[in-house]
Nanobody, 122 residues
Framework: VQLQASGGGLVQARGSLRLSCAASGRAFSSYSMGWFRQAPGKEREFVAAISSSGGSTYYADSVKGRFTISRDNAKNTVYLQMNSLKPEDTAVYYC????????????????WGQGTQVTVSS
């Protein structure tokens, strides 16, 4: 599975952005998907995950209620809708694919895309 993230940019605090991650290769619909982020000088952190069918989602406490992960298996794409953005959301955002839902919730991923930069100004 190859993953291509897009949709990052510069936004003011309290604004919104939607990230997309397009997957190529077979069996996208069999993978759980996740979003991670890494801010300068910090370790990469989990943001959100979605099961292969889209029926289950899981969020980091820091984004719960503000971010929504979704997927369209017909388009081989997973999304991250980010609302009420804060300066501390500034980071490079990565999408990733996991072979299992339990693994995805425990931050075990098999494939990674390149990042897309999100910058939130105050």
């Amino acid at each position: 599975v190859q993953l291509q993230a897009s949709g990052g940019g510069l936004v003011q605090a309290r604004g919104s952005l939607r990230l997309s991650c397009a997957a190529s290769g077979r069996a996208f619909s069999s993978y759980s998907m996740g979003w991670f982020r890494q801010a300068p000088g910090k370790e990469r952190e989990f943001v959100a995950a979605i099961s292969s069918s889209g029926g289950s989602t899981y969020y980091a406490d820091s984004v719960k209620g503000r971010f929504t992960i979704s997927r369209d298996n017909a388009k081989n794409t997973v999304y991250l809708q980010m609302n009420s953005l804060k300066p501390e959301d500034t980071a490079v955002y990565y999408c990733a694919a996991s072979r299992g839902w339990s693994a995805a919730r425990n931050a075990r991923y098999d494939y990674w895309g390149q990042g897309t930069q999100v910058t939130v100004s105050s």
